[in-house]
């Protein structure tokens, strides 16, 4: 065999391995596409968990009762019955007003140390505050003691 033919066999030899290689890497590369493609789904770890639970036991299905009695089937009604009045639906109508401050109840002051430790603040919790609403009614909030 001459040179140059040997110099070509070598040449066809590396460019197929060189194309084999190629082809290798791509299959790898699908391969790891899958892959992150199912542990970002959770596929294959859901599949293996549900591997490990037994599936649970299906109802038995009732048989069918055949109808009985004479009276066909047919569409129920009522007589309509209007409300009692048309005044509001209850709750609280909106805005609520505070008729005067003097009304409030507090609990007993509490004295409550700063964060640093070095001065004290003497505090009183709301205790009850009265408001009236909209429509007049009084409503009274009531409320537990932060301090203690």
Do not use: I
């Given at each position: 065999m001459a040179l140059g033919d040997e110099r070509r066999a070598s040449g066809r030899t590396n460019a197929a391995e060189r194309q084999a290689i190629g082809k290798n890497n791509a299959a790898e590369r699908r391969a790891i596409q899958t892959n992150n493609t199912n542990e970002r789904r959770g596929s294959s770890i859901q599949d293996d968990l549900n591997s490990l639970i037994r599936p649970e036991k299906q109802a038995a299905q009732l048989r069918t009762v055949e109808p009985r009695?004479?009276?066909?089937?047919?569409?129920?009604?009522?007589?309509?019955?209007?409300?009692?009045?048309?005044a509001t639906g209850g709750g609280i109508?909106?805005?609520?007003?505070?008729?005067?401050?003097?009304?409030?109840?507090?609990?007993?002051?509490?004295?409550i140390p700063t964060t640093d430790g070095?001065?004290?603040?003497?505090?009183?919790?709301?205790?009850?505050?009265?408001?009236?609403?909209?429509?007049?009614?009084?409503?009274?909030?009531?409320?537990?003691n932060a301090l203690e």
């Open positions: 009695g004479s009276l066909p089937a047919q569409r129920g009604s009522a007589p309509y019955v209007a409300p009692k009045s048309a109508a909106s805005p609520l007003v505070e008729p005067t401050a003097t009304t409030r109840e507090y609990f007993p002051s509490a004295m070095l001065a004290w603040a003497r505090f009183k919790s709301v205790k009850k505050v009265n408001m009236t609403d909209a429509n007049g009614a009084e409503v009274v909030f009531e409320y537990k």
